[in-house]
């Protein structure tokens, strides 16, 4: 039996880079890693559920295909599929257990998720974020490392919240844009909290997404706020201090 801890991850800009080489495909940009952490227990068996539902998704094919089938019982505060990065939680999970159920090398199993993510079309840069970063990751190159590099900034927050709003498919947020250099230099220039959320929003408008909140961005199916909301209906988050981990 294994359990896995997995953060929550939400990019604010990107730029896909899709290669032949699964390792070598991702993405470039910036992403907050995000509490409340997932909870998942890994044993022998076969079946993934997410709050007590089954899941279907290719990534699970091939993590299956390639370390055998386990069993993953995961608990998360976020749904799957509205942009937190769940389907790269789901996949990380799957193979950070099954990786030591088998005898398998941590950081292969980790790769092994990133492929997972980049050949389903579900995520480029969440498994490398989930698993080396932390703070706020700045993914320099796109890909697994030692092809993608990141840098980690060390900025702290208790005092965002988001609002999950539908499921939409990655594809449908995956148009590369010049714009995401610009701001990427933006915050690089002065990277605090505020300013990625302002580059965020700039970066999700020119996408089409907009957020009628203030100091807030839309990723996806889900909005990001930083600063408290005036409704109760948002989930609060803490960013993250640590990366995903096998307890
Ligand atoms: N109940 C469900 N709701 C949403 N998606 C589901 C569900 N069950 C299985 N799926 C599958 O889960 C995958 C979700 O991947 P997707 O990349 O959209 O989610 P995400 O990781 O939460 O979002 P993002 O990658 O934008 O952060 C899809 O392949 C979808 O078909
Ligand atoms: C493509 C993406 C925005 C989907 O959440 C994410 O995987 C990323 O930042 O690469």
Redesign the pocket.
């Known amino acids: 039996m294994v359990d896995v801890v997995i953060p929550i991850?939400?990019?604010g800009i990107w730029r896909p880079f899709i290669s032949d080489n699964p390792t070598r495909s991702g993405s470039i940009g910036i992403t907050v890693i995000l509490e409340p952490y997932s909870f998942a227990r890994v044993t022998e068996g076969e079946g993934v559920y997410l709050n007590g539902?089954p899941?279907?998704?290719?990534?699970l094919e091939y993590l299956e295909a390639k370390m055998g089938k386990v069993r993953v019982n995961m608990e998360s505060k976020v749904?799957?599929?509205?942009?937190?990065?769940?389907?790269?939680?789901v996949s990380l999970a799957y193979a950070l257990g099954a990786s030591q159920i088998r005898g398998i090398d941590l950081e292969q199993a980790a790769l092994l998720a990133h492929e997972s993510e980049v050949i389903?079309g579900?995520?480029l840069g969440?498994v490398v974020s989930q698993f080396f970063g932390r703070n706020i990751v700045y993914r320099e190159r796109p890909g697994f490392p030692p092809y993608g590099v990141i840098r980690i900034f060390e900025i702290s927050s208790d005092d965002i919240y988001s609002k999950p709003l539908e499921?939409?498919?990655?594809k449908s947020?995956l148009q590369p844009l010049d714009v995401s250099f610009t701001l990427i230099n933006e915050f690089l220039s002065n990277p605090s909290i505020d300013k990625f959320f302002e580059v965020s929003r700039k970066f999700t408008e020119a996408l089409g997404f907009t957020s009628p909140f203030p100091n807030s961005f839309r990723?996806?199916g889900l909005i990001l706020k930083l600063g408290k909301p005036e409704s109760d209906s948002w989930i609060r988050h803490r960013i993250a201090s640590r990366g995903a981990y096998v307890e």
């Open positions: 991850s939400v990019s539902n899941v279907k998704m290719k990534n749904p799957l599929g509205f942009g937190y990065g769940m389907s790269a939680s389903s579900n995520g969440d499921a939409l498919p990655t947020i990723k996806k």
